[in-house]
């Protein structure tokens, strides 16, 4: 069966600071990860996906997230935080694309001035 | 291209009461996906359809949740009678098929179940 584990359900770095938002998956077949954004009040939007191509994926807004097989994670970084980037950030697992997307609980981004 | 629409955007209700949400997806999308997220958690898959046919309802409680997808467009997902812990956000997405293509999201109808 496939599911995800974010570590931390609040994150809060300064403007500026890297940002490093958790993810751990199970998948008993190659899966496919993402990674979403939501802003409040709003539905989700994609940031990037990893579908078995290269191991580093680039999204979009400066986040770039890396599928590390041996760990079974795929973390979400951004080298320096905006204040813009404040949202809930959602992992989500599909084994190989048979099943629909499951999430994980999500991390909240704090970005502080 | 027109996003995933979603109305309406609020609902509140009293518990054993009825009620309605409807969703159109993206043009030419064959599979729609409906989702419900309790405050603080993940989104938690209630049903998939393909065209009008149905993928998985597995976690659908079909005592009191019902959906259907008429011509393969729109959708309409039901609750009959509500509970108070049905008070949440569903959302309704959908994509061009299934694999790797990623879900395009509607904004949601956000549920109060008094």
């Known amino acids: 069966a496939q599911s995800v584990t974010q570590l931390g359900s609040h994150v809060s770095v300064s403007e500026g600071a890297l940002v490093l938002l958790r993810c751990n998956y199970s998948?008993?077949?190659?899966?496919?990860l993402f990674w979403y954004v939501q802003y409040p009040n709003q539905g989700l939007q994609l940031l990037l996906k990893?579908?078995?191509?290269?191991?580093l994926v680039k999204g979009i807004n400066g986040f770039e997230a890396e599928f590390k097989k041996s760990e079974t994670s795929f973390h979400l970084t951004k080298p320096s935080a905006h204040m813009s980037d404040a949202a809930e950030y959602f992992c989500?697992?599909?084994?190989?694309?048979?099943?629909?997307?499951?999430f994980g609980s999500g991390t909240r981004l704090q970005v502080q001035p | 291209e027109a996003g995933v629409a979603q109305s309406p955007r609020y609902k509140i209700i009293e518990k054993r009461q009825s009620v309605a949400f409807w969703c159109n997806p993206i043009?030419?999308?064959?599979?729609l996906y409906w989702y419900q997220q309790i405050l603080g958690q993940g989104p938690k898959l209630l049903i998939q359809?393909?065209?009008?046919?149905?993928?998985?309802d597995s976690q659908l409680p079909k005592d009191r949740f019902s959906a259907e997808r008429l011509k393969g467009v729109d959708s309409t997902l039901k609750i009959q009678p509500a509970k108070l812990e049905d008070s949440a956000v569903y959302l309704c997405?959908?994509?061009?098929?299934?694999?790797?293509?990623?879900?395009?999201f509607g904004n949601g109808t956000r549920l109060t179940v008094t």
């Open positions: 997405a959908s994509s061009p098929g299934q694999g790797n293509s990623p879900l395009h």
């Open positions: 998948s008993s077949v190659p899966p496919y």
């Open positions: 990893y579908t078995s191509a290269a191991t």
């Open positions: 989500a697992v599909n084994e190989a694309g048979r099943r629909a997307l499951t």
């Open positions: 043009s030419g999308h064959a599979t």
């Open positions: 359809f393909q065209n009008n046919g149905v993928v998985d």
